[in-house]
């Protein structure tokens, strides 16, 4: 028995590709909605020259693709109670990445995590009310979850 008898080959994934291809009228769709979500389906149909029945159809595609994945509004975090945003990196264990995500999106007011390659492993967004919230979750809450080997807070001062 040789050193590589134990190999299992890697699945079968599809080559070139890995987004649904989308054509001009796909980005104007996505452009529009992403500018104004609530749009009726008739405005976005005359604002990308197509008839409704298409910009319709259109849409279904794009979110049964995953390519929409909802519709949410956008919030001034101060005026919403979350005056202090700060990004936090993570250093975690190896191997540890996907029992670590899944406590971190448990955490209140983590509005992002992101895997990341370089001198840090995840690097979060964090909009808390104050910084005595901030501290809480960071230093309670963050650093308590098993896997995590040290955190760096990063205040932000102003969203530019």
Known sequence: MDHLSNIRPLPQRPVGRTA????????AILRELTADGRLSVRTLAERVRVSRTNAYARLERLTADGVITG?????????????????????????????V??????????????MVGGDVDILMLVRTPDNAALRDVV????????????????????EL
């Open 20 to 27: 649904p291809p989308l054509d001009d009228v796909d980005r």
């Open 71 to 99: 519709f949410t509004a956008r919030l001034d975090p101060a005026k919403a109670g979350l005056g202090t945003t700060a990004y936090v990196l993570l250093t975690i264990e190896q191997n540890t990445w996907e029992a």
């Open 101 to 114: 995500a899944g406590r971190l999106r448990a955490v209140p007011y983590v509005q992002h995590i992101a």
């Open 139 to 158: 230093l309670a809450q963050v650093q308590a979850v098993p896997g995590i080997r040290s955190s760096r807070t990063w205040l932000v001062f102003d």
